[in-house]
Protein backbone atom coordinates (compact mmCIF):
# COMPACT_ATOMS: atom_id res chain seq x y z
CA UNK A 1 0.00 0.00 0.00
CA UNK A 2 0.83 3.83 -0.19
CA UNK A 3 -0.46 6.57 1.62
CA UNK A 4 -0.63 10.17 -0.11
CA UNK A 5 -0.33 13.48 1.74
CA UNK A 6 -0.75 16.59 0.17
CA UNK A 7 -0.12 19.99 0.93
CA UNK A 8 0.09 23.70 -0.31
CA UNK A 9 -3.44 24.75 -1.16
CA UNK A 10 -5.24 27.80 -0.86
CA UNK A 11 -6.43 31.16 -2.07
CA UNK A 12 -4.64 32.93 -4.91
CA UNK A 13 -5.14 35.80 -7.63
CA UNK A 14 -5.28 35.26 -10.76
CA UNK A 15 -2.13 35.76 -12.10
CA UNK A 16 -0.38 34.38 -9.36
CA UNK A 17 1.70 30.89 -8.21
CA UNK A 18 0.75 28.18 -5.96
CA UNK A 19 3.02 25.11 -5.27
CA UNK A 20 1.59 21.48 -4.09
CA UNK A 21 3.09 18.56 -2.33
CA UNK A 22 2.56 15.61 -2.21
CA UNK A 23 4.74 12.73 -0.17
CA UNK A 24 4.35 9.43 -0.41
CA UNK A 25 4.99 6.53 1.83
CA UNK A 26 4.57 2.81 2.25
CA UNK A 27 5.26 0.70 -0.89
CA UNK A 28 6.78 3.47 -2.16
CA UNK A 29 9.23 1.19 -4.77
CA UNK A 30 6.62 -0.74 -6.12
CA UNK A 31 5.20 3.18 -7.79
CA UNK A 32 4.71 2.76 -11.51
CA UNK A 33 3.78 6.38 -12.05
CA UNK A 34 2.40 9.10 -9.50
CA UNK A 35 0.93 13.02 -10.90
CA UNK A 36 -2.19 15.06 -10.11
CA UNK A 37 -5.83 14.85 -10.78
CA UNK A 38 -8.21 17.52 -9.59
CA UNK A 39 -12.17 18.00 -9.80
CA UNK A 40 -15.17 20.65 -9.88
CA UNK A 41 -18.33 19.67 -8.61
CA UNK A 42 -20.25 17.86 -10.89
CA UNK A 43 -17.77 17.22 -13.40
CA UNK A 44 -15.45 13.62 -13.95
CA UNK A 45 -11.60 14.46 -12.31
CA UNK A 46 -9.60 14.94 -14.76
CA UNK A 47 -5.66 14.88 -15.55
CA UNK A 48 -3.62 17.29 -14.49
CA UNK A 49 -0.01 15.77 -14.88
CA UNK A 50 1.96 12.65 -14.24
CA UNK A 51 5.03 11.33 -14.48
CA UNK A 52 5.69 8.15 -16.02
CA UNK A 53 8.40 5.89 -16.91
CA UNK A 54 10.41 8.97 -16.80
CA UNK A 55 7.91 10.88 -19.35
CA UNK A 56 6.16 14.25 -18.04
CA UNK A 57 2.77 14.00 -19.17
CA UNK A 58 0.42 17.57 -19.08
CA UNK A 59 -3.37 18.13 -19.76
CA UNK A 60 -3.36 20.80 -22.76
CA UNK A 61 -4.99 23.03 -20.20
CA UNK A 62 -2.06 23.45 -17.89
CA UNK A 63 0.75 23.26 -20.57
CA UNK A 64 3.66 26.16 -20.18
CA UNK A 65 2.04 26.87 -16.90
CA UNK A 66 2.06 23.85 -14.86
CA UNK A 67 5.48 21.77 -13.55
CA UNK A 68 5.31 18.30 -12.24
CA UNK A 69 8.63 17.55 -10.58
CA UNK A 70 9.81 14.99 -8.10
CA UNK A 71 12.37 14.48 -5.32
CA UNK A 72 12.92 10.21 -4.99
CA UNK A 73 14.79 10.81 -2.18
CA UNK A 74 12.19 12.74 -0.78
CA UNK A 75 9.21 10.78 -1.92
CA UNK A 76 7.79 13.81 -2.80
CA UNK A 77 5.94 14.93 -5.69
CA UNK A 78 5.07 18.66 -6.66
CA UNK A 79 2.97 20.68 -8.62
CA UNK A 80 4.38 23.90 -9.66
CA UNK A 81 1.43 26.18 -10.70
CA UNK A 82 1.90 29.45 -12.57
CA UNK A 83 -0.16 32.14 -14.27
CA UNK A 84 -3.07 30.80 -12.20
CA UNK A 85 -6.36 31.35 -13.72
CA UNK A 86 -9.80 30.93 -12.44
CA UNK A 87 -10.75 27.92 -14.38
CA UNK A 88 -8.05 26.60 -12.30
CA UNK A 89 -10.24 26.67 -9.21
CA UNK A 90 -10.56 22.87 -8.32
CA UNK A 91 -9.68 19.88 -5.35
CA UNK A 92 -6.48 18.96 -6.69
CA UNK A 93 -5.72 15.09 -5.71
CA UNK A 94 -2.29 13.46 -5.96
CA UNK A 95 -2.57 9.91 -7.66
CA UNK A 96 -0.46 7.22 -7.76
CA UNK A 97 -0.81 3.18 -9.57
CA UNK A 98 2.02 0.68 -8.78
CA UNK A 99 3.71 -2.07 -10.73
CA UNK A 100 1.69 -5.10 -10.79
CA UNK A 101 -0.46 -7.68 -10.96
CA UNK A 102 -1.96 -5.83 -9.34
CA UNK A 103 -2.05 -2.64 -10.52
CA UNK A 104 -3.09 -1.07 -7.82
CA UNK A 105 -4.11 2.71 -7.15
CA UNK A 106 -4.12 5.39 -4.50
CA UNK A 107 -5.48 8.98 -4.20
CA UNK A 108 -4.83 11.85 -1.60
CA UNK A 109 -7.09 13.52 0.29
CA UNK A 110 -7.20 16.18 -1.66
CA UNK A 111 -6.46 19.57 -1.37
CA UNK A 112 -8.73 22.49 -2.42
CA UNK A 113 -7.21 24.99 -4.75
CA UNK A 114 -8.69 28.73 -5.38
CA UNK A 115 -8.29 31.40 -8.02
CA UNK A 116 -9.58 34.49 -7.98
CA UNK A 117 -10.51 36.57 -10.64
Known amino acids: QVQLVESGGGLVQAGGSLRLSCAASGSTFNIDAIGWYRQVPGKQRELVARIMSGRNTYADSVKDRFTISRDNAKNT ?17 CWTILTGPPRSQYWG ?9
Open 77 to 93: VYLQMNSLKPEDTAVYY
Open 109 to 117: QGTQVTVSS
